[in-house]
Every structure is written in C-alpha cells, then in structure tokens.
T-cell receptor, first 114, second 113 residues
C-alpha cells in the first residue's frame, strides 16, 4: 500500500513569491491534515479536512495561506506571498478518521524562503 | 491552555534502557501518541494509549496516567538506529475536535556505542 505522497520534497524561493505544495493521502483515508514543523519543534496543525470540508483551520494564517481539497482526495496548500518566517517543513498526514487510528505522515516539503 | 512538556535531549548507551517522559495539560484528552522521527524524515507511529497503564510492543513500551497528565516511552535494548527525535502528542477532544493532535517539541535521543 502506498503511503502519503507529497511533492515537491524541497523548494527554495525568494520572499514575496508564491509557492504550492501537493499531497495525496493514503487511499481510503477521508481525513487529511497539513502541519508545519519548524526546526527543533513538533508539528503544528494548520488545517484538517474531513473529505472535502475544512473542519479545523483555526491556525491557518488566512491572509497568506490557502488550502483546498476539491474532490476529497488530494490537497494543495498555497502560500502567497511567502515570508522569511515561512521557512519550515510542511507535512501532510492522513487517517481513516476512526477513533484510535493513528495519522500517517508524508515525507514533507522543506521550504526555504530567501 | 495547551502545554506538552518533554526533555529536549537525552543520551543513552547501546544495549541500555531509556525512559522518555512527557507531561501534558490540555483542554480535552482523547488519547496520547508517541511518534519517532529520524532527521529529515516523516514522523512514524510508535504507540497509542487512551487508558491508564502500560502498552508493550516489542522493544518499545508506553505508559499513561491520565490523573497525573503523564506518559513515558520506554525503549529497551537500545540500538544505534534508535537515535531519533521522539514526539509526544495528545489528541484533543475539546469543542468537538475529535482528532486534533497537539505535539510536544520532541526529545532528541542520541544512542552512543
């Protein structure tokens, strides 16, 4: 069974440029998460989807960040414009949504904003 | 508020036993997870506790005391490949957030020969 797929793995951009990350969850997982992980820190939830509905986006900086999961499968996270402080690893995870089931993480996208 | 505390770094010797502690204060509680994360890689699931007591899985065990807001991860017969960051995460249940994980900062474990 394929795991969570993310692309690109690495991205270097200049500040004020836009950037987008893509995630394809494990087949059949209806819950999808986007996390941001800064160096030496644990992941912080940005947004959680149940199918195509964003059910928790309270920590998503909505002035510059946006996300979509139009068909309830793969998802895109966008930053426009990027700032220096956005440099981090962006992790996507998915779960079946059943109580007790763990979240499976993708390899992440390491973003560097210059 | 939401707070999860774990030591920043630990060092242990190959073949030994190490215990990584985690204390938490969260609005709600619906389970505690431990994840392992090697440098530059994704977190991978190790264990899950929702009731008090010890869960054993091979060389790894995890303990939970809900009344104390405390958990630990026990690693036995340490191997060099166990060098990684170990993340404690609490699943919040406050306000209907049925599967929201709140992570600690992670404990970086270095296993020495």
């Amino acid at each position: 069974e394929a795991g969570v797929v993310q692309s690109p793995r690495y991205k270097i951009i200049e500040k004020k440029q836009p950037v987008a990350f893509w995630c394809n969850p494990i087949s059949g997982h209806n819950t999808l998460y986007w996390y941001r992980q800064n160096l030496g820190q644990g992941p912080e939830l940005l947004i959680r989807y149940e199918n195509e509905e964003a059910v928790d986006d309270s920590q998503l900086p909505k002035d510059r960040f946006s996300a979509e999961r139009l068909k309830g499968v793969d998802s895109t996270l966008k930053i426009q414009p990027a700032e220096l402080g956005d440099s981090a690893v962006y992790l996507c995870a998915s779960s079946s949504g059943l109580a007790g089931n763990e979240q499976f993480f993708g390899p992440g996208t390491r973003l560097t904003v210059l | 508020g939401q707070n999860i505390d774990q030591p920043t770094e630990m060092t242990a010797t190959e073949g030994a036993i190490v215990q990584i502690n985690c204390t938490y204060q969260t609005s709600g509680f619906n389970g505690l997870f431990w994840y392992q994360q090697h440098a530059g890689e994704a977190p991978t699931f190790l264990s899950y506790n929702v009731l008090d007591g010890l869960e054993e899985k091979g060389r790894f065990s995890s303990f939970l005391s809900r009344s104390k807001g405390y958990s630990y991860l026990l690693l036995k017969e340490l191997q060099m490949k166990d060098s990684a960051s170990y993340l404690c995460a609490v699943r919040d249940s406050y306000g209907g957030a049925t599967n929201k994980l709140i992570f600690g900062t992670g404990t970086l474990l270095a296993v020495q020969p």
